[in-house]
């Protein structure tokens, strides 16, 4: 197996990435990549030594500082000061998987040679990811617009031995850590601290963990709906595909091809009904789930060109000969994609609940809340009041983000994105909706106890056994947070393959 994952001008693919961080890969610059990275700071190291005039962000100021010439020998201290100036995050401590994606996408977008950037410096960037040595990066501050500056100012600073990192689990200063692995402090050259702190890293980093936890969920939905639908003693009909091919959004086909492959050979889906229609959280769950997949394929497609991209400011184009101060930092694609998303993600719990609320109404021969003896058992009564209260929680964070915006830098930024404030709202939201999907699954398995001796399908069988060799079947009341607990454990651990994920 290829251990080592070479950074260089090929497409950078979700999949490749959810390859290297499943098989924990090391990356590396390609040749390629070293010679656009050199080719670029040589042509700005002598345009710097052989022009005077002003070119913003190297030897100006930032922001509404714009028109503040700086001298040659202090362009290096401009450099620092902006990476430390600018490192006011606060708040919770960003996750370490998506710091270390930060650190991966920040290296890919300066491996094209449009940044100007010394390769020491990159190079210093990867000896962080290969190590495991994650700067300390804090959740509020940035507003999505001039990149994410505060976030990416704090995934900066350990280059020059300021600030903190996690490392073995620990924090550690930067100072100290560099010491251990025998690394001298970077010293920045001109437009590097630039280059370092404008970009979207922080959003791309939020939005490939999102996506590739969000088509897990995807796929667990459909299949614990699959579950609850045969608990249910719903109708396998409205999943035919003549219904869905004269309504051909493509999300809906999948998802009603899905749920039948899950359901082949069941027992139960193929037994006669005496019901006509089953409610829409069951009857409409292709229609539901579908829509929320074609929302994955837009968001997907938005974060792959972002990944792929040069977003720092301004832009180096060695070959012609120009250094042009443009907007690509902007994180107005990022925010709108992840407000999107966070509607989307929510609605897959929106139905959920709605399951798990007709599986503990006493309906279809199943006990009420799905224990023997209730009144003195309150069974599975209060995981659906957990699971209300989570979707009500989502329906607040999924209003969009990107609709706000507020001046900032004395009106030179005057129109930000809000991407950021998405970006973490989308984490919260995705992260709740496993856990929704976690109670619909505690509620199906229990559910289709009842339905013994008949069986659903053998896929879903083969799941339950293994489902409940962690959590039995509940024969009266207990603690049931620790079952919620291990069922959330169980799906986060349940492996899919990659062709499955993103199919």
Known sequence: MDTTHFISSEVLELSTINTIIFQNKKIALSKEAIDKIERCRNYLDDKIKNQDQPIYG????????????????????????????????????????????MLLLKVQSLSYGHSGVQLKTVERLIDFYNNDVLPVVFTKGSLGASGDLAPLAHLALPLIARGEVMYKGEIYE??????????KPIQLQSKEGLALLNGTQFMSAYGVHLLIKSYKLSYFADFI???????????????????????????????????????????????????????????????????????????HKVFKTEINAVTDNPNIFVG????????????????????????????????????????????????????????????????????ASIVSANKQLATPASVDSIVSSNGQEDHVSMGANAATQCYEIIYNIERILSIELLNASQAIFFRQPQKSSPLIESFLDSYREEVPFVTEDQVFYKLIKKTLHFIDEFYIENELLFD
């Open 58 to 101: 190297i030897n100006t100021g930032f922001g509404s500082l714009c028109d503040v010439k700086i001298s040659k020998d202090k362009l290096t201290h401009l450099q620092e000061n902006l990476v430390m100036s600018h490192a006011c995050g606060v708040g919770a401590r960003v996750p370490d998987q998506i710091v270390k994606l």
């Open 174 to 183: 930067s100072g100290e850590i560099l010491k251990k692995f025998d690394w």
């Open 225 to 299: 709906a699959s579950i609850s639908l045969d608990a249910f003693n719903g109708r396998i009909e409205p999943f035919n595909e003549l219904v869905h091919f004269v309504r051909p959004h493509k999300g809906q086909i999948k998802t009603a091809e899905r749920i039948r492959a899950f359901l082949e050979h069941s027992e139960l889906i193929a037994q006669e009904k005496s019901h006509v229609q089953d409610p829409y959280s069951f009857r409409c769950i292709p229609q539901v789930h579908g829509a929320s997949k074609d929302t994955l394929e837009f968001v």
């Open 320 to 387: 012609e000969d120009e250094i042009i101060s443009g907007g690509n930092f902007h994180g107005q694609p990022l925010a709108l994609a992840f407000d999107y998303l966070k509607i989307a993600m929510s609605e897959l719990g929106n139905i959920s609940e709605r399951r798990i609320y007709q599986l503990v109404s006493g309906l279809r021969g199943l006990p009420t809340f799905l224990v023997d003896n209730p009144g003195l058992n309150s069974g599975f009564m209060i995981p659906q009041y957990t699971a």
